[in-house]
């Protein structure tokens, strides 16, 4: 299947080929057709799919007829987030390059008036978190009136965050004739509910089997004690082991881990960096332009900070917590072995979060291997009071561990991966040798800084240090 098979006008092929798109997804492939003939589309997709392009494509050869009017836009993307928002607005920069449109971003975090001022010109292409959009309407301008196609994209997480009965509100003022596409990567009841209300006769699109998983990821898990010491310790012994790790998302189920994990690892000497759901736009917007650039080697999200985001080329996920939602372990280790590459996925998992583990295989219909860190003695799930003696941990612990070992010497001697040794000579050397006077010489992390291990940063790969 080629793009030129799916009925997509020259213009819009024409830019396909300068983006680098050779081939189609599963996604585009299926739901092109169908949104071209202006047919409602239901996609189970998740984001990596190529939904984006999904629904992008045959907008914009829609859109080549007709033009928009002051304050009426004629389509309408309706985003749980910010970073959603923006980088849909970012595939109309790269895909609709030779068509003059007008796209409006309505996002929170920004100032109202030259969004507004932008609808006012008339808009062909409004992007829009459902709260802003509303905002703009009742304050008089917009109408929704001549909207020709609506998107709802990632609706399980609009669903997470609060924003049904908002995409209620706004899917009942919009023309009852529009074409919808409408995008989910599950399919909760209430999800099911609302594609029932609004959506006319779908032509059903689904491009992952629910809960699978991709065959490039190895799957491990990690028994983990559950003091939350003894459990971060056994992270970071974790990444430590980890020689071919390029960079990796800790994931969390609880804002206040990831809050923590983000001051300990950093504590410990990661280069480590956290996607709070509370940061502002542009702290996160940095968080992940650092991350994406390799500036931030480790970043700690939650699932509801990290969903929907394009981060590519993640070497390893690890799941300090099981997630307690089955369909949320999928979402998270999807995150590696993007596009047929390898990736590495690792859950800690304590005896009290055995439950969820059982649930995530029966979802994944596969039972995932255990996986023993070396040089640390496997950890029985003991009681909570028995796991946070520290003698404990250091049981069996290989001559490797001991923290007196500099990091030079510990990076020469790195082994397996090319890219730890390259980046040990050319960093972590240098930096040390040319340490300008005034910047005191790094101390050693003490135990007592955030966690009282036996470890600290000279056990691991410099690039996993903080900078
Ligand atoms: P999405 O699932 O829409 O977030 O897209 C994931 C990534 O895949 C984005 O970086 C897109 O630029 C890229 N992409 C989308 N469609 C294609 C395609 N047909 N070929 C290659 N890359 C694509």
Same mark, same amino acid.
């Given at each position: 299947m080629s793009f030129s098979e799916l009925g997509l006008s020259p213009k819009v092929l024409e830019a396909i080929t300068a983006a680098g798109y050779t081939t189609p997804t599963a996604i585009q492939a299926e739901a092109i057709p169908h =949104?071209?003939?202006r047919k409602d589309v239901l996609g189970l997709a998740q984001t990596g799919s190529g939904k984006t392009a999904a629904f992008v494509l045959p907008m914009l050869s829609m859109l080549e007829k007709g033009r928009a009017r002051a304050r009426m836009p004629r389509t309408l993307i309706l985003e749980p987030t910010r970073e959603l928002a923006i980088q849909v607005e970012e595939s109309f920069a790269t895909l609709g390059k030779n068509h003059k449109l007008t796209v409006a971003l309505l996002i929170g975090g920004v100032s109202f008036e030259p969004q507004a001022a932008k609808i006012d010109r008339g808009a062909d292409v409004v992007i829009a978190t459902p709260g802003r959009l509303l905002d703009h309407f009742e304050r008089g301008r917009l109408l929704m009136t001549s909207i020709e196609m609506l998107v709802i994209d990632e609706a399980d997480r609009m669903l997470d965050m609060g924003f049904i009965p908002d995409i209620e509100r706004i899917c009942k003022m919009l023309p009852f004739t529009r074409q919808t596409m409408f995008f989910s990567a599950t399919m909760p009841p209430e999800i099911q509910r609302i594609t029932a209300q609004f959506l006319h006769n779908p032509i059903r699109v689904e491009t992952t089997v629910r809960g699978s998983t991709v065959d490039t990821i190895t799957q491990r898990l990690v028994k983990a004690p559950h003091d939350p010491k003894a459990k971060r310790e056994t992270l970071r012994a974790l990444l430590r082991s980890q020689t071919t790790i390029k960079n990796g998302i800790v994931f969390a189920n609880r804002k206040t881990t990831v809050a923590l994990l983000e001051k300990s690892l950093k504590q410990h000497g990661f280069n480590a960096g956290a996607l709070h759901g509370d940061m502002d736009q542009s702290a996160r917007s940095k968080m992940l332009t650092a991350f994406r650039a390799n500036e931030v080697s480790i970043l700690i999200a939650s699932d509801v900070a990290a969903r929907g985001l394009d981060i590519p080329d993640v070497s390893h996920v690890f799941n300090f917590d099981v997630p307690i939602h089955s369909e949320d372990y999928v979402h998270r280790? &999807? @995150?590696? &072995? @993007?596009a047929g590459r390898d990736g590495a996925a690792f859950t800690l998992v304590t005896k009290e979060e055995t439950k969820y583990l059982k649930a995530i295989? =029966?979802?994944i219909q596969k039972d995932i291997e255990w996986f023993e860190i070396e040089g640390v003695a496997a950890i029985e799930n003991e009681t909570p009071a028995e796991s946070s003696k520290p003698q404990r941990r250091t049981r069996g612990a290989k001559p490797a561990q001991k923290p007196e070992r500099t *990091?030079? @010497?510990n990076l020469e001697q790195a082994p397996a991966s090319p890219i730890v040794a390259v980046e040990a000579v050319e960093k =972590?050397? *240098?930096a040390e040798k040319h340490r300008p006077r005034n910047q005191p010489k790094p101390r050693p992390i003490e135990m007592a800084d955030v966690d009282d291990?036996? $470890?600290? =940063?000279g056990n691991m *790969?410099? $690039?996993l240090m903080k900078r």
């Open positions: =949104a071209l003939q280790i &999807g @995150r590696t &072995g @993007r295989e =029966a979802l *990091p030079e @010497r =972590a050397k *240098p291990d036996g $470890f600290h =940063a *790969p410099s $690039f």
